[in-house]
């Protein structure tokens, strides 16, 4: 007998329907059993080499295989590889094959199962890993397919039978092309998700790098005296685990502050998880910062982890931590100060290793007086200070503020803004911004969404708020004495409206005599009887 060179025509399906076929006219030997053992020692395995190791414990259970090998081809040293193995040696274990060399090399440069009925008689083995085999002990049989990925072949599965005169190679042969399309489809589902998790990687360290790109310093705009100090403590402080709180009024940035700290510390690549403590009643706080267990309270249904637990290793931000209730502030305080908590409803003690940032626009020393922020709580808190400068304390910073918004603006609505016109310039600078940072990005928003084809933000531009009396159209065109008897005109007509035409009792609204109120009446020609009822 020499070695059979056998097609690469048949895929799984049709295997199945010829070995099915095999198994109805007697000939099966117990192969559906086999493949249906080696089905479940794919599924139960979480990696393809531990997978593969138990589909050959189950051809040497079932099948009666004495030696197995199952070989991959790594695509970029080229060379064959053993990944799993039974009843080889240590060497064998180890060997490496070119495409083409040898019984393994030639399957898997050719796409073609080999069948070797003696080896004995077959001079293609080559004498190493375990090919060449006790012959004076047994006479072999050999099977060696190819296993398939998206139609190429990129390993194979070998295996040792005894040699039986009356063997049916044909139906082990088709066996064996049968376990390694299964073990093909555990090979290429492997790799869907290392492509995925490869991907998931990508993106993840792609997002970070925006992350930390958008919150790096440089992305905090200004450079008045007080902001230049807000960046070096930030500097300071950011390498360290150290508490912070950052003050200042609402619309300020101490969002961005936060971020900043964060991205610049040795937490960076671990969650960021935000709290707006002024958004939550007093009754869920509790239950979102630490979490609570199955059964806590009427709708509890599952146990569900608090934000401290989702920052782990990372960082929390307790925005408005002025506005918390005084029995969640035991509990924050607990957690300052043992770095420990319990689920609402648990026994179970959770160590945090949680930094702790938090914001606040309130006066909190305020608060210490008035008994509603505890004493305990605040200097816990107030290890490390930043206070961030309302825009209307660095108007010199409004102006590379505002162009940074336009050019954000203008190319998230892909419009062309070339300046912001003086006249704009000028009223924005003369306003006191009680909404500070995020006001202004709110105005320089709509000015670019409402900015014609001049590419040039004018005064027109600018919401009511900001527009003077002169660049809206409602310019002054009087005289003060008449302006100031315009207003007392309307008041005088408000007031008698308000008595129904009765001048002596809307004189002692106005605080003022009858006769005086009389003289004001005939002076402005106001006719009393058309408010009376």
């Known amino acids: 007998m020499g070695v059979f060179f056998c097609s690469s025509g048949g895929r799984e399906f049709a295997l199945i329907t010829n070995l099915m076929k095999t198994t109805e006219q007697g000939s099966g030997g117990g192969q559906l059993e086999a493949l249906v053992d080696v089905g479940h020692a794919l599924s139960a395995a979480l990696s393809p080499a531990t997978a593969f190791q138990g589909v050959l414990a189950v051809m040497e259970r079932r099948r009666g295989v004495i030696r197995g090998a199952v070989t991959l081809l790594d695509s970029r040293s080229g060379e064959i590889r053993i990944v799993a193995s039974s009843g080889l040696s240590t060497a064998g274990r180890a060997a490496r094959y070119r495409l083409g060399e040898g019984i393994m090399g030639r399957v898997v440069e050719t796409g073609r199962p080999i069948v070797v009925p003696q080896v004995s008689l077959e ?27 998206n139609g190429r072949a990129v390993g194979a599965l070998g295996a040792d039978l005894h040699y039986v005169e009356d063997r049916d190679y044909d139906a082990d042969l088709r066996c064996m092309q049968v376990a390694a399309a299964m073990m093909a489809q555990a090979i290429k589902a492997d790799h869907l998700v290392d492509e995925e ?9 792609h997002l970070l790098g925006e992350l930390k790109e958008k919150y790096d310093f440089s992305a905090i705009i200004g450079t008045t005296m007080s902001m230049r100090e807000v960046y070096e403590q930030v500097a300071q402080v950011a390498h360290t685990k150290t508490t912070v709180v950052i003050r200042g009024e609402s619309g300020t940035g101490k969002e961005m502050i936060a971020h900043a700290i964060h991205y610049n510390s040795p937490r960076a690549d671990k969650p960021f998880i935000k709290v707006n403590c002024a958004a939550l009643p007093e009754t869920l706080i509790e239950s979102e910062l630490f979490g609570y267990e199955k059964g806590a309270f009427t709708g509890a249904s599952a146990r569900k982890k608090g934000r401290f637990e989702l920052a782990e290793g990372g960082t929390i931000f307790l925005d408005e931590v002025g506005d918390i209730d005084p029995t969640t502030q035991v509990k924050l305080l607990r957690v300052l100060q043992e770095r420990e908590f319990e689920r609402l409803g648990g026994t179970e003690t959770i160590r945090a290793n949680v930094r702790v940032i938090a914001a606040t626009n309130r006066d909190l020393e305020q608060g210490m007086a008035a008994g509603t922020f505890r004493d305990d709580l605040y200097y816990r808190l107030n290890v490390f200070s930043i206070n961030v400068p309302p825009l209307r304390d660095r108007k010199s910073d409004l102006l590379l503020l505002a162009d940074h918004f336009v050019q954000k603006f203008a190319k998230d609505y892909k419009k062309v803004i070339r300046r912001i016109a003086t006249g704009a310039i000028d009223m924005m600078m003369s306003y006191h911004w009680p909404g500070n940072v995020r006001e ?3 105005v320089i928003e709509r000015a670019v969404l409402v900015c014609d084809g001049s590419g040039v933000i004018h005064g027109r531009h600018l919401p009511p708020t900001l527009q003077t009396a002169q660049a809206s159209g409602t310019a002054i065109g009087q005289s003060l004495s008449e302006a100031v008897a315009a207003f007392e005109r309307d008041i005088l007509l408000d007031t008698l409206k ?36």
């Open 498 to 533: 308000t008595t129904n035409g009765n001048r002596a009792k809307a004189a002692r609204l106005l605080d003022t005599t009858p006769r005086i109120l009389n003289y004001k009446v005939r002076k402005y020609g106001i006719d009393c009887s058309r408010f009376s009822r």
């Open 197 to 205: 998790r490869r991907r998931l990687l990508e993106e993840n360290t």
């Open 123 to 149: 001079p293609m083995f080559l004498n190493r890993a375990g090919e060449r085999r006790d012959l004076h002990k047994q006479e072999i049989t050999y099977f060696c397919v190819p296993v398939f990925v």
């Open 440 to 442: 202004l990005e709110n």
